[in-house]
C-alpha cells in the first residue's frame, strides 16, 4: 500500500452497485449517515493508535475505534493522514495526541503488530475480517447468523465440559 493510500476506482477495489447500496441502507437504517469514500488510506498509523487506545483500556479503545470510524465512513477523512490522526486523538476522552506521537517514534507497537501478523499467518488468515471462535476461524464476511451459531456452538461445548467436570 503507497503511504499515501490509493483510489478504489482506479485499483478497481471498489464494491458492486448492490453491496454498497446494501451497506449505505443497512448504515441508515441505524440512523448513521455514511459514504464509501473512493480514497482507501494506509491505515497502519490509525492502528498503531488504536493498539494505543487498548491499552488505556476497553472505554478509551471503543471510543477511539467508533471515532476511527466515523472520520472516515461518515466524514469522509483521510485516516491515514497523521495530522487526521492527531486531531481524532485528541477529540477522544482519555487519549492525547502526545501518547500518539510517542507510539509512532517507538518500536513497541510495531513489534506487538509484527506479532499479530505473524500469528494471523500461522493461523491460516489471510484475509479481514477474520474471527477465531473456539476452534472454527471464519475468513471473510459473514451473515450475523454464521458468528451467532459459532458462538452458541462454542458456549454449548463449554458449558457441556463445566457440566461433565461437576
Known amino acids: ?70 472520520a472516515y465512513y461518515a466524514d469522509g477523512r483521510d485516516i491515514g493522514c497523521k495530522d487526521v490522526l492527531l486531531g481524532i486523538a485528541e477529540s477522544v476522552e482519555g487519549l492525547n495526541s502526545e501518547q500518539i506521537v510517542a507510539a509512532w517514534l517507538e518500536d513497541t507497537m510495531e513489534e506487538r503488530l509484527h506479532a499479530f501478523r505473524h500469528l494471523a499467518g500461522h493461523m491460516g488468515i489471510d484475509a479481514t475480517p477474520a474471527a477465531l471462535v473456539c476452534n472454527e476461524l471464519l475468513i471473510g464476511t459473514r451473515p450475523y447468523e454464521v458468528l451467532e451459531r459459532a458462538i452458541a456452538e462454542c458456549l454449548v461445548t463449554h458449558e457441556t465440559a463445566e457440566a461433565a467436570e461437576a
Open 1 to 70: 500500500m503507497p503511504e499515501e493510500g490509493l483510489s478504489a476506482s482506479k485499483a478497481g477495489l471498489g464494491h458492486s452497485p448492490r453491496v454498497e447500496a446494501h451497506i449505505l441502507r443497512v448504515a441508515s437504517d441505524e440512523g448513521e449517515s455514511m459514504q464509501l469514500p473512493d480514497h482507501i488510506p494506509k491505515t497502519h498509523l490509525a492502528i498503531v493508535m488504536a493498539e494505543v487506545a487498548r491499552d488505556l483500556g476497553p472505554d478509551v479503545h471503543r471510543r477511539t475505534h467508533m471515532a476511527l470510524f466515523r
